[in-house]
């Protein structure tokens, strides 16, 4: 049987994996030169590694951490201590350290016990506030899908102090939006996961670039096994067989028609949406895709000529374009030899920064990374890169989650993955591993109830 993939990102290289070693032949098309998908890196003109975003892995991702052990990945990672480091301003940090010996939840109730981050009575309120998804069930968290965390925040005895030093971060690391907008369901997701497992919060970074540390050796692996990985192939449309309730392939850019017995999208939700033709988009599980949509956010890359931070780990800051950020040269050996700090910072909310140039953007950023540390301010911008991504992961508002899709569609022989599909993590990566499993056990379930 073949089966045409469309879209390398975690999720199309993970259902590529699978579905190579239960027999079938695959053929994994990229619109893209790159592979990764908004896991990607590429060489800038001086042959220094430009990534989509800095991407941070949790002890909690154990399907990530499986299938990269599978594939004699499990090395990929350096991890750090689990802890969130705030940045304040002139170069002075506080955080919120899970107390290690200790299981889960104390581990992490200990940590904001601790912190100097927040007032006592903010402390107590916090711990009282969160017993209640800490202790909940899935059914309990489900529940807070149609509203915003802030309204879930305050209504359980918590304060806007709080979401102002602590939430917000949070928030625009999760779904790059703040409290007042994303929904209770995701942030209480991720709070259950640290609550819940006391490995959960230790937090990984990828040892270099994701294409020589991830992609290179997976697509060398897949290609020897028979995949048929392609670049620049971008899928324009399907070839619905609407009588029949089947797709028969697919058509790209350039005209190629891909004939297959199974077609599997792992684009993003956007992506899907412009591709489907009216025929298929009858279904409503298909054009309910509409309401879902992707969340902007901007990674900007700042190269130095000094070492501006020691932090070997991931840092935020509150009430700054600048959410989360690493040193590279501190979290990641293979670029340790650096000549002074990279910083890589993800910049959300950022709506509102995607409108202006370049320039204006790296001003921003510059001027608020200066406040937290002074001694940017003193270093030389050897150089810099904006990469914009106006539709990333799906944008967790209130009331989408109804949206998100099985990975089984009306359709018989026609399959999705993706972070943005139904699975029980966020939009990240371990949800997109996740949803390339969920595909996995549909097409299973399909080939033995023989529908396939
Ligand atoms: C800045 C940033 C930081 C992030 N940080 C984290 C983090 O720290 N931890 C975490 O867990 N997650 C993080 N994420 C989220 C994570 O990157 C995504 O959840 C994950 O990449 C989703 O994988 P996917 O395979 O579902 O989709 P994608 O990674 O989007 O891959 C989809 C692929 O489909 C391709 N495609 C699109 N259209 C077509 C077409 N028409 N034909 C063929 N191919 C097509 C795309 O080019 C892409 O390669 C971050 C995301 C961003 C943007």
Not at 85 to 104: H, M, Q, R, T
Not at 148 to 162: D, F, I, P, R, V
Not at 187 to 215: D, I
Not at 302 to 319: A, K, M, P, R, Y
Request: glycine share 8%; hydrophobic share 40%.
């Amino acid at each position: 049987m073949h089966v045409v993939i469309a879209g390398a990102g975690p999720a199309g290289f993970a259902t590529a994996k699978w579905l190579n070693d239960r027999g079938y032949q695959v053929t994994l098309l990229e619109k893209r030169d790159v592979p990764g998908g908004k896991v990607s890196a590429w060489r800038d003109p001086d042959g220094d590694w430009v990534e989509s975003g800095l991407h941070v892995f949790f002890g909690a991702y154990h399907n990530l951490l499986d299938f990269l052990a599978e594939v004699d990945l499990a090395d990929s990672f350096d991890w750090k201590p689990a802890e969130m480091i705030f940045a304040l301003k002139g170069g002075k940090y506080a955080s919120i350290e899970f107390v290690e010996g200790l299981p889960a939840p104390l581990n992490g109730l200990m940590g904001v016990a601790k912190s100097e981050l927040m007032t006592w009575g903010e402390k107590l309120r916090m711990g009282r506030g969160l017993i209640k998804p800490i202790f909940g069930s899935q059914a309990y968290l489900d529940q807070q899908a149609n509203i915003t965390y802030k309204e879930w925040h305050l209504a359980n005895g918590m304060g806007q102090s709080t979401i102002d030093k602590v939430m917000d971060a949070m928030a625009l690391a999760l779904n790059f939006q703040k409290c007042d907008t994303v929904s209770a369901k995701l942030v209480l997701t991720a709070l259950l996961h640290f609550a819940k497992e006391t490995n959960a919060p230790k937090m990984g970074l990828v040892k270099g670039s994701p294409q020589e540390r991830l992609w290179d050796p997976l697509m060398a692996r897949l290609q020897s096994k028979g995949v048929n990985i392609r670049f620049n192939s971008k899928v324009v449309d399907f070839l619905h067989d609407e009588a029949a309730n089947k797709v028969n392939g697919v058509r790209l850019e350039n005209g190629e028609e891909i004939h297959a017995d199974l077609v599997v999208s792992a684009m993003p939700v956007h992506s899907l949406r412009k591709v489907l033709p009216a025929s298929m988009r009858k279904h409503a599980v298909l054009d309910n895709l509409k309401y879902l949509k992707g969340q902007p956010v901007i990674t900007v890359q700042l190269h130095f000529d000094q070492f501006v931070t020691d932090v070997n780990n991931l840092i935020f800051s509150s009430g700054t374009h600048i959410s989360v950020y690493a040193d590279l040269t501190r979290v990641s050996p293979d670029y340790h030899q650096g000549r002074g700090s990279i910083i890589e910072l993800v910049v959300a909310p950022a709506e509102e920064l995607m409108r202006r140039s370049d320039a204006e953007v790296i001003e921003t950023v510059l001027t608020e990374f200066g406040e937290l540390h002074p001694l940017a301010r003193t270093s030389k911008l050897l150089k810099s890169h904006v990469v914009r991504i106006p539709n990333s992961v799906y944008s967790a508002r209130p009331g989408v989650e109804q949206y998100r899709p099985d990975q089984a569609t009306p359709i018989t022989n026609f399959f999705l993955t993706g972070d943005y599909t139904q699975q029980e993590f966020m939009a990240s990566i371990e949800g997109s591993i996740r949803s390339a499993r969920r595909v996995i056990e549909r097409i299973d379930q399909a080939k033995a109830n023989g529908i396939l």
